[in-house]
């Protein structure tokens, strides 16, 4: 599939923070209902926004039970901090919610950066090269578990590798991910996309075989054609708790649905 015919996708980023989990179950399932393509929700242990200590849950456990409360819309983690799980298992974790939800996770990876969640949990924070590095070093790994699993996954599990890194993380990109993630104004979304057409070209890889996607705020509007013409088309609207306020989504779907016809 090119870059110019894939269908425009929506996502909702459902931060599970400062709410109850029965709001965040009734959240995703609206959610669905409007009409989302995917909900993602992200691998943090405490909030990113608000009261730091604030109520928070935990993402692949979460991962787990949205499989069985929602039956369309595809789900993963945006993204799933790399070093918080040993590899081979979280590709068994993937497989395992990749069946329990009938073929609907995406398997959204990065690098990590909040240090907050290394240092309360245990885990050792190293530099951003570290960290960078132990990516590089798990998405084989990854990859090589989950061709080995019995059963196998129902489909090929895409790949999401989230992060802007110039040099390093989108030359991983184009070896190993379905779909690309990022933040950023239309003039940052264009420089990146062009280094990654570059690092495709460098590793043999068609460029088009690669989703892109951003994370958007504010009206569709404003945007949302700038960024389309630019070859992306996944657009991920971020909500937090308590209330989860979802008029932003409706405008995006609604856009969607205009353009796509």
Known sequence: MTTANRPIRIGLQLQPQH??????????????????????????????????????????????????????????????????????????????????????????????????????????????????????????????????????????????????GEKKTLRMVAKHADIWHGFGDVEVAGRKLKILDQHCADVGRDPAEIERSVGVQGDPEDSGAKLHELGITMFTVGVGGPDYDLSALRKWIAWRDAQNG
């Not at 398997?107 to 240090?115: D, M, Q, R, S, T």
Request: proline share 5%; with cysteine; hydrophobic share 40%.
């Open 19 to 164: 709410a109850d989990y029965a709001t965040i179950r009734r959240t995703a399932s609206e959610a669905e209902e409007l009409g989302v393509d995917i909900v993602f929700n992200w691998d943090h242990f405490y909030p990113l926004y608000g009261a730091p200590d604030g109520k928070h849950f935990e993402c692949w456990t979460m991962l787990g039970a949205w499989a069985e409360s929602t039956s369309r819309v595809e789900i993963g983690a945006l993204v799933t901090c790399n070093s918080y799980r040993n590899p081979e298992l979280l590709a068994d974790m993937a497989r395992t919610v990749d069946h329990i939800s009938d073929g609907r996770l995406i398997l959204g990876i990065g690098a990590g950066w909040f240090e907050k969640d290394y240092t309360e949990y245990g885990y050792e924070f190293g530099t951003a090269g570290s960290r960078l590095a132990d990516l590089a070093d798990a998405l084989p790994r990854i990859e090589s578990r989950l061709a080995k699993l019995n059963p196998a996954p129902t489909r090929k599990i895409p790949v999401l590798i989230g992060g802007g």
